[in-house]
Structures are given as C-alpha cells and as structure tokens.
C-alpha cells in the first residue's frame, strides 16, 4: 500500500488466516477457535485469525524438539546460519507494503509511523546476523594447576518466544533473530490482538523451508490465549522461555518456570522519568520529549511517561510543554500528517481513561487533554494528556499506564530528582535534558534504569537493550541479546605428559 493509498481512510482487505503454523508448514488446527481483529480507528472487524490449541502446541513443541535434537540447523556454522538471517531480513523488507497497513490496523499507529517501523525491522535482523558472523563460541583458556580447558558455547535449545502486541514483527527481530542465530529452535507465540503481522513472518519461514534454507521443525507460530500460552510455558521441552509483556504476565511466567528450572528472559514493563535539569534547553526538549512520551499513543515501554521538572522552572516549562504535547498531530491514522491514532482497542481505551480518572481522585490538575479528542466519536482513541501536581507516590506515577498520559513531578533539587526518578518498581528507560553533557551522563549513571538518553529520547536496538527491578532480566540487542541464547560450557581437557 503506498502512501497515497493510505490516505483514502480505510483499511485495505486482509484475508483471513485459516491454518496454523507448525514446524514451517501452515496446517489445520486441531480445534476450531478464531480471535477476530478489530480496526481500532473504525471499531470494525477487518480479519480473523485460528487460533492454536493446547494440542496444537504440544504439536509445535515435539516438532521443535525433535529438530533440535537431531541438531541439523544448530551444526551448521553462525556464519550459515547468519546467512540465513539475512535472508529474513531482505523478505521482510520486500514486503513493508503489506505489513504497514496491518501495523496501522492492529496498533492504530499512524501509517507515518507504521511504515518507518516495519522498515527499521530488517536492520534488526541485518545487526544480529553481522554480530554472529564475528561470535566465538570455543575458547581455550589454561588451568591453575597446567593444561587447558575449552569454553564451549551451546545454544539453549528448545525456545519459547512469547511476544505482545503493541510491536509485533519488532518483537519478533529482538527475540527469532539471535535464537536463529545461535541454533536453537523456536516456537513464537503471538498475541490474540496482534496476529497478523506475525503471520506475515510465518509466510517467509514457510519460503525458506520450502527452499530448504531453514529445516523443518525448526520454527512455529501460534497465536493463543493465556490458557494454552501457559501449557507452553510450563512444556518440560522448552528449554529456554523469552517474553516480552507487562510486569504482571512476567511474574506469572516467572513462576511457573522456575517451577522446573526453566531459563528464562524478560523484559518487562516500564515508568520511564525524563528529569528537565534548571539548564536545559527547553526549546531542545520540546523538540524530542513529547515523541518519547506519545511513540505509538503512549502504548510503549520505553514511553517517557513521568517529567521531572523543578520547582523554580516548574511554571515556564509546563506552558511550554502544554503546546507541545498539544500540537501533536492526532486523528485518522491513515492520514500520514498524524503522529497520534487510536489506541489498540476498546480494553486498551477503557484502561487509559480509566487512569485518568485516578489520576484526578489523587488529586492531580488535567493540564491538556484527559479523554477523547473533540469530534472523534468513533476509533479508540485517547487525546494526549498532560496532568499537573502528581504525586510521585500516587499511582498514576506508580502504575505503567500505555497510553498518552504525562505525569509532571516537581522536585526541589537535583538529589530530589534522583530520589523521584528512582521511585519506581521499574528500571527500563529514561531521559537527562541539561546543556552539560558531562554531568548529564553521571546524573544517568545513578539513574537505575537499563536504559537512558542524554539530550534526547533516541533509541537504538542494535545495542544492548533491557530492565533493572521490575522491568525484567536479560538483554535484547548487540552481542548482549545473542548471548543470551547460549549456554556455556566447560571441557576439561587432559594435561600434557610430563
């Protein structure tokens, strides 16, 4: 769908997924299920999708054991492999086309946001497939008492790849890549309210099985409830779980993994603070943090969602961010002038409004916005909202919202800012604006967060990317989110005679 085309205000025709994905091959399912997907800017139903069942995974499992087991794709040399990688990635980027749309259908992000998204995707594959090419998985190192031993690294096995809906196919980059990459096997489980897009990287696995690049076995994809998701979670062959969700799904995975020892990766939820220092350029922060706050409405981990700014500036920069956060172009998503579309769905819409209404019972000012945009009485959709005299305790400064919401904290001085910045269960992003890049950067080592900007909100995921607390464990990104799919292993070897 080209630009022009995306401007005519519908949604283009998606053709229903009637099978499911095991082993590389589309294949009936054992139950007959269906999720439906919803256009959250016209409340429509535009596809539907099978569903799997717990059958249908056990299916998925075995045929990833088995592949793993007979060691076809994990004998095969990471410079093979990468190979392979690469060539997801050159498929992905032919067919941007068709998965913008669905990213604006499924997120209800705007198509000038869906497209640059999906094209970021092979770039994300191309990384992890050049920092394979360069990975040593054999070292010899000598031992204290003479001789020498190999350090040996192995892929995990077996993976669980549980991904959310609010970034599918980059999901998917951050997690299929190095566990391809490393030899493993994997079944992807997607979320019921974004299966498309995920299907669409079904096609391109099934195109190299046929081909006979990817064995089969290797790769499934399903798309299941929490019921059946949990019966993969806690299959005794699935060696290796990585999830990317809320905090709350986390613990719950967490749980029952550790019920057997299983590994397990998570990155989780987030309460990212931007701290505005009395230096900044406010005229440079307005130019990058209302992005960082609202990227896809606010449905985002990462999404700047506490200011932090001090009391002597407190007056100044709320005006200013006030036109800031309200210039945000919002509205029909096809448009490619809009930055702000709906939210993903009706719970999503509930949810957010619902925290609004919070957010003023604790006694919190509505400085813009705080429901829907006037004259959208259809589409999910969320105005941006920026709310004055919050309470770092409360919860809305607290409580992970995923939507457009911007809570302004105001502290005393730089420690206190600190102090506010840390007052979080999570630990996964955050931002420093002062014009002393120096003392931006150790302002961001005390910050504990995994990962945090000085003078913008500018994210790279080829580089190590994860949480401290409550925002998970493991790294995504860089030679960090490759090892993470490796055991190691160490070979004592024999002394020489003496």
Known sequence: ??????????????????????GGRWVDST????????????????????????????????????????????????????DVVDAIADRLERRVDELTPIGVVEVGVPVSVSRPTQEMVGGLFRAVAAVARTFETTEERPRAAGGV??????????????????????????????????GCSVVLKTAPEAPLSPSVFADIIAELVAEGRIPEGVVSV???????????????????ITFTGSTAAGRRIMSLAGERIARV?????????????????????????????????GQACIALSRVLVSRKRHDEVLEVLKAAYGAL????????????????????????????????????????????????DKGFFVAPTLLDNVDPDSRIAQEEVFGPVISVITYEDEEDAIAIANNSMYGLSGAVYTQDIDHGFEVARRIRTGTISVNTATMDFTLPFGGYKQSGMGREGGIEGLEEFFEIKTVHLPAPAQ
């Open 149 to 182: 031993s190999r350090i040996v690294k192995e892929p995990t096995g077996v993976v669980a790849a549980i991904i959310p809906w609010n970034g599918p196919v980059g999901t998917i980059a951050f997690k299929l890549a190095p566990a391809l990459a490393a």
């Open 329 to 376: 172009p919002i509205g029909n998503p096809w448009e490619p002038t809009n930055f702000l579309g709906p939210l993903a769905s009706k719970r999503q819409q509930d949810r957010v409004l619902g925290y609004i209404d919070v957010a003023k019972e604790d006694g919190a000012k509505i400085v813009l916005g705080g429901g829907r945009p006037e004259g959208f």
């Open 1 to 22: 769908m080209t630009t022009t085309e995306a401007s005519t205000g519908t949604a283009p025709s998606i053709a229903d997924r009637e099978q499911v994905f095991i």
């Open 31 to 82: 139950g007959g299920e269906w999720v439906d997907v919803v256009d959250s800017f016209t409340e429509e139903k535009v596809a539907r999708v099978r569903t799997a069942t717990a059958e249908d995974v056990a299916k998925a499992v075995a045929a990833a054991r088995e592949s793993f087991d007979k060691g076809e794709w994990a004998s095969r040399t990471m410079a093979e492999r990468a």
């Open 265 to 297: 990766s998570l990155e989780l939820g987030g309460k990212s603070a931007a701290i505005i220092l009395d230096d900044a350029d406010i005229d440079h922060v307005v130019q990058t943090l209302p992005m960082g706050g609202c990227m896809q409405s």
């Open 222 to 240: 399903l798309c299941a409830d929490r019921e059946v998701s949990e019966t993969l979670v806690t299959n005794p062959d699935v060696d290796h």
